[in-house]
Structures are given as C-alpha cells and as structure tokens.
C-alpha cells in the first residue's frame, strides 16, 4: 500500500497551495496586527510565483507530475497532479495575484485590512492554485469552495448596500453552480467508482454506451459555464464585479472565470472526448453568443468597472470557442488567450483604480481631460487598450490568430466571424473609454469628485502587468510553445494519466 | 436568558461538552468521532454559555478571538504535512511514534495533529458564528 521514498522536487506540486494556506492561517492569528498583512501576503505571493515557475519549468522537462496525499496509491488517495496546463494558469494566476497584493498596499485601508482583506487573499489563491493543480474531481470541487467562500468574503468588505445586492446576485448563481458540480460528480462517482482525473480519462473511453455520459457532461458544461460566466448564464457578472474596491474587481475577473474554463477544458476535453464532439455544435453557439453579448454590453455600459465586467464575459466567449473547436489549434488559442486575458483584464481593472486616482470617478460622464492631467497613465492605457482588444503588439492577438485559423480551418465560419467582430466591438468600447476619459478637454462645472495624484506603487503594478503583455504581444513563440503543449496534453493524456499510475491502471 | 434553572445548569453543560469533545476528538482515529464531530460540540458548548452568561463572557473565558483559534487550527493541520518531507514521503503521510509514558505506550501521530487542527478550525469558526448570532439579539 505505501509507495516508495519520493524525490523532494515533487513537492513542488503542493507548494503553490500549502504556501498561501499557512500564510492565511498566520494572517486569521494575527488578525489585528494589520502592519503584517500586506507584507507578509507579498512575500508569500512572490513565493508561490517562484515555486510555480519552477514547476511549470520542471513539467515542461519532464512532463506531468503527481504527487497522492499520504502515501495512498491513486486512485484511492488524492492526486494532485500537474501537467503544462495547470502549471501554466497557476503561474499566471500567482503572477496577477503579486501585482493585484501589490496595488493593493495603498488601496486597501486599515478598515478593510482588519475586515481580513489578506487573508481571505491568501486563501482565495489556495483555492485557486488547487483548483489548477488538482488531479481529483471532488478535490476539484473542494477547491472550488474554498475560493468561492474567500470571494464571498472579499466581495463584501466593507458591506455596502450595493455590495451586498451585487454579492447577493454572485452567492446565489455560484451556489447554483457548484450543487450542480457536486451532483454531477456524486453520479460521476457512482458510475465509475473513482474520481480521480486520470483513471476517468482512461475509462470514460473504455465504458461506452454502458453509461449516462451524455447526461455528466452536459451537467458539467452547465456547471462550469455558469461559473465562467458564459452566455446565458452571464449575467452575475456584471451585477457584481463593480461593487467591491477594484483590486478586489482585478483579481476575480482576472483569475475566476478562468477556473470555470479550466475545469471546462479538464473534463470535457481530457475525460469526456467523444462527449464534447457531440456538444460542440452547443458550446459553439453559446460561444458566439457570449462573445457578442459581452462586446455589446461594453459598448452600452458608461462605468468602467463595468465596461471591464463585460469584456470579461467576451473574454470567456472566446475561450469556449476554442473548447467547441476541440482541435490541437483551437485549444491551444485558447489556453493562450486564457493566460492572456488573466494578464490583461486584472490590468483594465487597475487602469480602471488608477483612472478614478487621477480623475476622481469610474464614470465616463464625469472623467476627462486625463490626458494632459496624466501622459503616462494615458500610453498605459493606450497598451492596454489593444491587448484587450486584441491589436498588435498587445498580447491579445495571437490567441486571437490561433482560434480564427482553426475555426477556418473546419469550416466554422460563424465563430470566426465573431471572434472578429467582438474584436471590433471590444475596440470601439475601449476606444469611446480613451476618447471620453483621456482625449476630452477637461469638462468643468462639477466639482464633487475627488481627484488626487497617481500612486507609485500602483502604477508600477499596471506597468508590470503592461510589460508582460507586450512581451507575449510581441515574443509570443514560447507562450504558443506552451500553450501548444497543455492541448497535446489534453487530447492525448497518457503522459497524465502515466504520472499518476507509472505502472499502468490496474495494477 | 435568565432562568435560574439554566443558569445553574449551564456551567455543568459546558464542562461535560467541552471534555466529551475532546474524548470525541481523541476517539476519532479509529471510530465514529474526530475532529469535525469534536469541534461541533465544543463549539455548541461555547454557544450554551453564551446565552447563558452573555457574549462577553464567552469571550473573556476563551481568551483568543475564535478566528484566530480557527486560524491556529488550519496552521496545525497545514504544517502536519510537513515532517513527511523529511522522510521523503508525500505530502500528509501519517507518521507515528509511540513513546512510553509511565509504562503506558501513547501513539502519538501526525494524523492527530491534523485531526487536533481540523477541532480548532472547527470550533473556532463555528463558535464566531455562535456568537456573532447571539450578539444581535440585544440589539
């Protein structure tokens, strides 16, 4: 029953999540020393970011690794196990996380620092490396929680009327989501007597017509796309992102839809295959509407936290077009839009803070004049414009080539024209936000905003982030690389599924 | 709530509870019981005396705001992964020694340590929600 001495280095699976759990643990004991909070959570970010990239060096080595807690033998114990995709969005994921704690420092006040903003931080980032390094569905699920109760708790600081109504919308649509998880993963359970992702992969393949697959993969879709926010399941979204403190904003929409397309792409891509080929047609649909629905929204909407919310949904429409392409292209496109668009809408969300810094207000109404107020703020803004948008040389673009030449390539003319068109619609929403905001002559009369100067510290957040898109804009050879290895490893797993059983299931 | 009954009743309860938890919790590894189970009637026995005796009662005699117990817990249950990395085993792996104390042998564990954390995240969280409850009702 107990498996042999294992090498230190595999500890790097579990490190991603144990470092921010003991954190948070530290930070809920010393709860009122609020001096602490933000160093130590930046400390502890910046470690996970350097543990996950030795990781995802270590996968792209060697291949996936896994690691089962206590020495069980899978499929009895539970495996994390890491393969090019999870090490790649935890990477990210941990990289945005820094940024946001780092903007933070001067965003968060004394009131929300003892409310537990960085402790709920650290374990939201639990929850979500876990979600990204799990190889177990129901631990999947247990992560899943984990970083929906954290955002519940973030969501909230401070409770305001409106955040409560938006947390309201949030809570109730994401518990929804997550019974239909768990529902569909007792009855994954019950047909296949094991929940580890590995021996599903291998077995939903063997068990044929003998069960319901049709039925879990359909559950899962409708699980999972209501916590990616996909169409028409959207509209939590929008009704609650633009209640909280922005880096609160920065953070989900950065991270969280991007674990509902995660999970999307474990199950229905790696477990159930020849399940997605049927729904295809479905997610395709659903794809093209959430693209546009999202682009439309942005182009109706006049606060910028919430022209953010919606191309967040567009984002997702995306991404799902990649799923329901299910070729090696498609994929790839998008997981690298998916690591792309954590980067760069966080950024629209802290472009967004640093806006109403300057301007004193999130509404394109009252902004203007930002231009000569702030140049700098106002190239950034101009960059992060395009990679959002999806022009050269933001980082938006490939991703965006990738998925037009795969959906061209069968044949799917209606997702590459709205690919395109939701391009176009994101520029012009984008656009009208530079337009109004920088480019307007100063509008005077109304002097209740409160404008104040840039902080350092959170521009140098912004131009991080700005950095690290203009370099996937521009040397995107290894992201594609990457990328390009996470959808091989999805469509053919038996690298996987050999890292968790090296002697074959069975055995 | 002032009945004299209750009143004289309730320091009895809590002590009964709070002992029976930790025999719960201490039974867990092998039977019915453990951490969570243990937890739960610890944390009730804070919520009986606290509408016994008044929240700030509650409070003084736990000494440690319950989310920083909670906090302790997940802390305790986190680092008893830890020492199976010097044995080169995966993360969580029991490891068991059983010293001999006055010519007794205790099993001692890192399990337990887990199953110790898991009580405290337990009765910490659950007691703060107890008592945050019963705070309201003066209100």
Redesign the interface.
């Known amino acids: 029953m107990i498996a042999g001495p294992i090498a230190a280095a595999d500890w790097l699976v579990i490190a991603p999540v144990l470092l921010p759990i003991v954190a948070g643990a530290v930070l809920l004991m010393i709860r009122h020393n609020v001096r602490w909070h933000a160093l130590l959570a930046l400390v502890v970010l910046a470690a996970m970011a350097g543990t996950n990239g030795l990781l995802l060096r270590m996968v792209l080595d060697k291949g996936p690794v896994s690691m089962t807690m206590g020495s069980w033998l899978p499929p009895f114990g539970i495996s994390f196990t890491v393969d090019a995709l999870g090490a790649a969005f935890s990477l990210t994921a941990s990289i945005v996380a820094l940024v946001c704690c780092a903007y933070s420092v001067r965003d968060v006040d004394a009131t929300g620092r003892r409310y537990g903003f960085y402790p709920f931080l650290m374990l939201m980032m639990a929850g979500v490396s876990g979600a990204f390094l799990t190889g177990d569905m129901f631990n999947l699920y247990v992560w899943f929680e984990v970083f929906l109760i954290s955002s519940f708790g973030l969501l909230i600081l401070g409770s305001e009327k409106a955040q409560i109504d938006g947390a309201t919308k949030y809570a109730i649509l994401n518990l929804v989501g997550t019974t239909l998880f768990l529902i569909a993963t007792g009855y994954l359970y019950g047909t296949f007597g094991t929940l580890n992702m590995a021996d599903l992969a291998t077995k939903a393949g063997q068990i044929g017509e003998a069960a319901p697959l049709m039925t879990l993969a359909t559950l899962y879709l409708l699980a999972f796309s209501m916590k990616a926010a996909a169409f028409p399941l959207n509209f939590w979204l929008p009704a609650s992102y633009h209640t909280p403190p922005v880096i609160t904003g920065a953070l989900f929409g950065g991270l969280l839809t991007k674990v509902g397309i995660y999970a999307l792409l474990r199950t229905l891509v790696m477990i159930f295959a020849a399940e997605r080929l049927v729904l295809a047609g479905v997610i395709g649909w659903v794809a093209v509407a959430t693209m546009l629905i999202g682009a439309l929204g942005a182009l109706a909407q006049s606060d910028i936290r919430r022209i953010a919310g919606f191309l967040v949904i567009s984002g997702v429409g995306i991404m799902l077009a990649g799923i329901a392409l299910g070729s090696s292209g498609g994929l790839s496109g998008a997981i690298f839009y998916a690591l792309h668009s954590m980067l760069a809408l966080s950024a629209l969300y802290l472009l967004g803070g640093l806006m109403r810094q300057r301007g004193g207000s999130f509404s394109l109404h009252r902004l203007s004049g930002l231009y000569g107020a702030s140049p700098i703020l106002a190239g950034l803004a101009f960059i992060v414009s395009l990679a959002v948008a999806g022009l050269p040389p933001g980082s938006g673009l490939w991703p965006k080539v990738m998925l037009v030449r795969a959906a061209l390539d069968v044949g799917a003319w209606q997702i590459a024209a709205a690919i395109l068109l939701s391009g176009f619609l994101a520029t012009i929403a984008l656009g009208r936000v530079f337009i109004l905001a920088f480019w307007r002559v100063e509008v005077s009369g109304d002097q209740t905003t409160t404008a104040g100067a840039l902080s350092a510290l959170g521009c140098t957040a912004l131009v991080v982030l700005v950095l690290a898109m203009l370099a996937m804009g521009i040397a995107p050879e290894p992201f594609i690389r990457i990328a390009t290895t996470a959808a091989s490893g999805l469509l053919d797993a038996s690298a996987y599924v050999h890292a968790v059983f090296p002697a074959g299931i069975g055995s | 709530m002032q009945t004299l009954i209750f009143r004289t009743a309730t320091p009895f309860l809590t002590c009964l509870m709070l002992m029976f938890s930790v025999f719960v919790l201490l039974r867990g590894h092998n039977e019915p019981g453990g951490g969570f189970t243990g937890g739960l009637i610890a944390a009730s026995a804070f919520a009986i005396h606290g509408i016994a005796f008044g929240v700030p009662a509650v409070r003084r005699a736990l000494y440690f705001?319950p989310?920083?117990i909670?906090?302790?817990?997940?802390?305790a249950s986190?680092?008893a992964?830890l020492p199976?990395?010097l044995?080169?085993?995966?993360?969580?792996?029991?490891l068991w020694s059983a010293p001999s104390l006055f010519g007794m042998s205790v099993d001692l564990s890192t399990v337990m340590v887990f199953d110790i954390g898991v009580y405290l995240v337990v009765v910490g969280s659950f007691t703060s929600i107890a008592l945050a409850l019963e705070d309201r009702e003066h209100d």
């Open positions: 705001h989310m920083a909670a906090g302790f817990g997940l802390f986190a680092v992964g199976s990395l044995f080169g085993m995966p993360f969580l792996t029991g």
